[in-house]
């Protein structure tokens, strides 16, 4: 409400320089909280920005990679560009792609499976890449996802970002939710081998109390990023550069798609400066706390399965026509996954105001929903054990389900 | 505020049925207000949706015009699409177009006059198109302006639309600012011709009381439009769409970059529930009547020339060293142009709280400042008036000026 309060529009430093400055702060704390590497702080030579989405951020990124690219190669050589992702990996790079105008046939998806547990491993991508590069094709970009959507899993940063340097690839580290979790040492692991990123975003309003829209997003080479970007007609030379050219100080416009932007840097601080480390430590871990103990109350229940096993605050299980039980109750609002052919509900605990009490809550809401569901269709308790016996073998009538629930901070969600 | 507080991210339509179906009815609405065709509003089978800003607009219609054009010409015929614009055209257009993947050297500015008011015209299109035709070459994006960024200039829509439609281009209608005055009968008549337009576009946060960020963009065409920008992943099919693949009712991600977005709709709804079509067109002409009365005043003296006549809110004049004496006054902010080689001031009255009052102590600032540069370089005002008289020679030393400020809503401007 402060940034919606001020109105200020720091497109450039000139037009706010307080918030211009205060945001290449933030993006610094931020980065060294989740324990990134110091060349990917302005403090290192990097340097950060805060963008509405990780979609921004992927189409702002994929535009520098391919720039950088077609600068050597030449800009008719953009049909043979390929971005390689998982078929975990989030559509929006896909989207982002396509964007950029990498032709569509160009994506990449490289299959995972649960021996990963759904990461996408170097050796795939190594394959991937060779095959392409004998067929004259060019790696552009890969991206390294820690903690995906679907159903939170870690790609191998290291050994994805070694892939990428072989063949001078752009890697990208799309920590959106999970790398929230990194500001805990007992997280910070999973960022291991960030130095060999191009680019790595998280975004503080998907598990950080800070409201939409905020995504942080660090690059190694503010100057082969903002190549990409920047744009210095007559109007927007002010007194933020210095005559030249070359801008004396930062002018954001040049780090993102629109010219236009939000003062997001203030609501980042305010979160900081409010909670501090440790409280946002203690924020993230009575969520994993809770996710855990969820975890182990499916586990617990024959009725249930867990499906992957849980890294952060996603828990994942299965028993079919849950969805539409819970959801129709109007108690809460889930939506579902599809993993190997099965569908699959999540649960995400990672609402500001989420207490142990709504994650109990909820699953004394599940089984009583999943009582009802199993009696409508008179299945004997038998038939249920069998039906659970049966899931791996990919029966039609076998469904899996994972549950989202963003407690408190979804719209639609009806508290339980 | 409001649209902070609730925190809604209406990205599929299940996410928040009442954001997403609201911001349809404020977006035929607007559209209805400022005049344009049945055909780009929801009602006449095309839409509307609110993004950031005229930068992603520019982004998703130029993704969309291209995608059109290499679905009949094949991916690898992107290197013979060209974008044209004019000198005065915002320069988010050459940003847009090269982010998505257009060749920089495709990028056609055309040059424009003080013969056409600085208005892009047909002929000088038909001359340039016509050339690149010739030359193998494929229009594919065309944008008219309807109150330039530097100078207000209007490009006449109708007759750009021709030329578009005469080679299948896509017609882009910036109307960013300028676009808010056409709710008033008096200025409609610069929107004439938006029905040729693939996509019209106006910002409600310029000059239509609604805080940042609002765009409004509407499209002839919705499926052209979003087949350039959906995706459909597993976890993002839910109650919104009918399970066909087709959604049932409006997912907005769909129509912009990213998935996440603001609740936009609700700041455009207060507005125009709080304000009215009568009270809005009151505001706009009141702006317009101080800076009609501004440009008198600046007419009257001697030691200032306007320069550009005004057409909505922006006037210009000038006069050297004027933007620095009155920048360092701290009592107002102000930003510059160059046209035809010469440095301009620029004032254009735009602010929610803005009264004639200001517009007369601004002017008494920008005499009094003027008399102490020009005391300062010992000019003697016979010297004046000969500085004056050759300032369409364009010699070195003559700098032109014209103002922006944007009393009362930017960061920076301290109240004079």
């Known amino acids: 409400m402060l940034s919606v309060g001020l109105n200020v529009v720091p497109f450039v430093w000139a037009a706010s320089p307080a918030a211009a400055e205060l945001e290449t702060i933030v993006v610094?704390?931020?980065?060294?909280?989740?324990?990134?590497?110091?060349?990917?702080?302005?403090?290192?030579?990097?340097?950060?920005?805060?963008?509405?989405?990780?979609?921004?951020?992927?189409?702002?990124?994929?535009?520098?990679?391919?720039?950088?690219?077609l600068a050597k190669l030449g800009h008719e050589n953009i049909m043979k560009l390929v971005v390689y992702a998982s078929d975990q990996t989030h559509v929006t790079f896909q989207k982002g792609a396509r964007l950029?105008?990498?032709?569509?046939?160009?994506?990449?998806?490289?299959?995972?499976?649960a021996s990963s547990g759904y990461g996408l491993t170097a050796d795939a991508i190594r394959a991937a890449v060779d095959r392409e590069v004998?067929?004259?094709l060019v790696p552009l970009y890969l991206c390294a996802t820690v903690g995906t959507t679907g159903?939170?899993?870690?790609?191998?940063?290291?050994?994805?970002?070694?892939?990428a340097q072989r063949h001078?690839?752009?890697?990208?580290?799309?920590?959106?939710?999970a790398g929230s979790a990194a500001i805990c040492p007992e997280f910070e692991g999973y960022l291991d081998g960030a130095e060999l990123a191009d680019s790595v975003s998280m975004n503080p309003h998907k598990w950080f109390l800070t409201n939409m829209d905020c995504c942080c997003l660090w690059v190694a080479s503010p100057a082969t990023f903002t190549a990409a970007l920047s744009t210095d007609p007559e109007y927007l030379k002010n007194v933020g550069?210095?005559?030249?050219?070359?801008?004396?100080?930062?002018?954001?416009?040049?780090w993102q798609i629109s010219l236009t932007r939000r003062f997001r840097a203030i609501k980042l601080w305010v979160v900081l400066r409010r909670y501090g480390a440790i409280g946002l430590r203690g924020y993230i871990r009575r969520h994993v706390a809770a996710a855990k103990r969820f975890e182990r109350m499916v586990a617990e229940d024959e009725r249930f399965e867990v499906v992957v096993p849980r890294k952060f605050?996603?828990?994942?299980?299965?028993?079919?026509?849950?969805?539409?039980a819970v959801n129709s109750s109007g108690r809460a609002f889930i939506t579902h996954f599809v993993v190997d052919g099965k569908f699959v509900i999540r649960l995400a605990v990672a609402g500001a105001m989420t207490e142990m009490?709504?994650?109990?809550?909820?699953?004394?809401?599940?089984?009583?929903?999943?009582?009802?569901?199993?009696?409508?269709?008179?299945?004997?308790?038998a038939l249920i054990v069998q039906l659970r016996g049966t899931a791996r073998l990919h029966v039609h009538a076998d469904i899996i389900l994972f549950i989202i629930l963003v407690l408190g901070i979804n719209s639609t969600f009806v508290p339980v």
């Open 313 to 324: 605050l996603l828990v994942c299980f299965r028993l079919r026509e849950l969805l539409a």
């Open 100 to 113: 950029v105008g990498i032709p569509p046939s160009n994506f990449r998806v490289i299959q995972t499976s």
């Open 168 to 177: 001078g690839m752009w890697l990208h580290v799309d920590a959106a939710y």
């Open 241 to 254: 550069t210095n005559g030249t050219g070359k801008p004396a100080a930062i002018d954001y416009k040049d």
């Open 151 to 163: 159903l939170g899993a870690v790609d191998p940063v290291r050994g994805l970002g070694e892939e």
């Open 28 to 69: 610094d704390w931020m980065g060294k909280l989740i324990g990134l590497p110091h060349l990917l702080l302005f403090s290192g030579g990097g340097g950060g920005v805060l963008q509405g989405s990780t979609c921004e951020a992927v189409v702002c990124t994929l535009a520098a990679a391919r720039d950088r690219a």
């Open 357 to 381: 009490q709504h994650v109990m809550d909820v699953w004394a809401l599940l089984q009583g929903k999943a009582e009802e569901v199993l009696r409508r269709h008179q299945l004997s308790r």
């Open 134 to 136: 004998a067929n004259g």
